[in-house]
C-alpha cells in the first residue's frame, strides 16, 4: 500500500513545455483524497514549486515540498523554509573555477535570485531562459543581496554539456554533489544535498515506512530518491541509466505518465 509518492516536475509530472496536464492534476488530486502524501521532490527553487503546489491542491497545513534537490524543505502553507543545506560564497567560486575552465556558463541559486558568474564568450547560460520565475543579476551584485545559496548550475545546449563533462576534474566530484539534472543542465550542491536524503528524512518525521513510499523521476537527480523509496517508478521518456533501476517503467511525461503510475499503484479508500 502505498502511503506517500514523492513526485519530480521537469520532466515527470509536466510536459515538455512545463505545463501541468488536466489528467496529471486530477490523477495527483485523487491519490491525496485517497489519503496518500504527495510530496513534489524537485531540483526547482521555491518560486518555481510553489505555483504547482498551488495548483494541485496541496497547499494544506502540515504538508511539505522538496527543492533544490533536496537542498531545502519548505512548508506549503507558510512557505517558510523548514531545514536548508547552503553554498558560502566561497564555495561558488571554488566550483565555478572548473566549470568556466571547462567552456560552461555558471548561475549560483537563491531562493527568489540567480547571480550570473563570467561565461565563456560562445556559451552564455540558458539558465534564465529555464527559470523565468527567478530575478537574474551579476555576481557581484551578490553581497548586497547577502542570500542563501543553495546550488551552483551550469545550464547550456545537451551537445555542448556532455562535451565539456569529461573536462572537469575529479576534485569537483570529491567535494560536491553533482547531478545532472536535465540532459542540458548539470547541478552542483553541498556534498550531503540529495533527494533521497531529504525524502528519507522528511518520511521518518511522518511516521512512514520508506516500504510504503513511491517516487516518480526521469533523471540523474531523481536517483538518490529511487534507492530510497520502496517503488521506483521512471518514466518512459527518462534516462537510459534511471530506467534501468525501475521496479516499474510508466508512460512518458508527453503521455501522463505520473497519472498511469497513480492508478496502477494508489489503492482506493473502499478497498484499503
Not at 23 to 33: D, E, I, M, P, R
Not at 97 to 117: G, I, K, R, W
Not at 176 to 190: D, G, H, N, T
Amino acid at each position: 500500500m502505498i502511503q506517500l509518492i514523492a513526485i519530480d516536475l521537469d520532466g515527470t509530472l509536466l510536459r515538455d513545455d512545463k505545463t501541468l496536464s488536466e489528467t496529471n492534476q486530477k490523477a495527483v488530486q485523487w491519490a491525496s483524497q485517497q489519503g496518500v502524501e504527495v510530496v513534489i521532490c524537485s531540483g526547482r527553487p521555491l518560486s518555481g514549486v510553489l505555483p504547482l503546489v498551488k495548483q494541485l491542491g496541496l497547499d494544506q497545513p502540515n504538508h511539505h515540498s522538496i527543492i533544490f534537490n533536496g537542498g531545502a524543505v519548505v512548508d506549503n502553507v507558510s512557505e517558510e523554509i523548514v531545514t536548508q543545506t547552503t553554498l558560502t560564497p566561497a564555495d561558488v567560486e571554488q566550483i565555478a573555477e572548473p566549470l568556466l575552465a571547462s567552456d560552461l556558463p555558471v548561475d549560483a541559486v537563491s531562493l527568489t535570485h540567480a547571480f550570473q558568474l563570467s561565461a565563456p564568450h560562445n556559451w552564455q547560460s540558458t539558465y534564465p531562459d529555464k527559470t523565468p520565475y527567478l530575478t537574474f543579476s551579476g555576481w557581484e551584485s551578490y553581497p548586497a543581496y547577502a542570500l542563501p545559496l543553495y546550488k551552483v548550475v551550469a545550464t547550456t545546449t545537451k551537445e555542448h554539456l556532455e562535451e565539456c563533462l569529461p573536462l572537469l576534474p575529479q576534485s569537483l566530484y570529491d567535494e560536491y554533489a553533482v547531478v545532472r539534472s536535465q540532459p542540458y543542465q548539470l547541478e552542483i550542491m553541498p556534498k550531503a544535498v540529495n533527494k533521497g536524503q531529504a525524502l528519507k528524512d522528511l518520511v521518518a518525521s511522518l511516521n512512514i515506512p520508506m516500504r510504503q513510499v513511491m517516487a516518480i523521476g526521469d533523471e540523474e537527480n531523481d536517483e538518490t530518491m529511487f534507492k530510497q523509496a520502496g517503488f521506483a517508478v521512471v518514466m518512459a521518456s527518462g534516462n537510459p541509466l534511471m530506467k534501468a533501476q525501475a521496479d516499474y517503467i510508466t508512460d512518458t511525461n508527453e503521455n501522463d505518465g505520473v497519472s498511469v503510475a497513480i492508478r496502477h499503484f494508489v489503492t482506493p479508500k473502499e478497498r484499503k
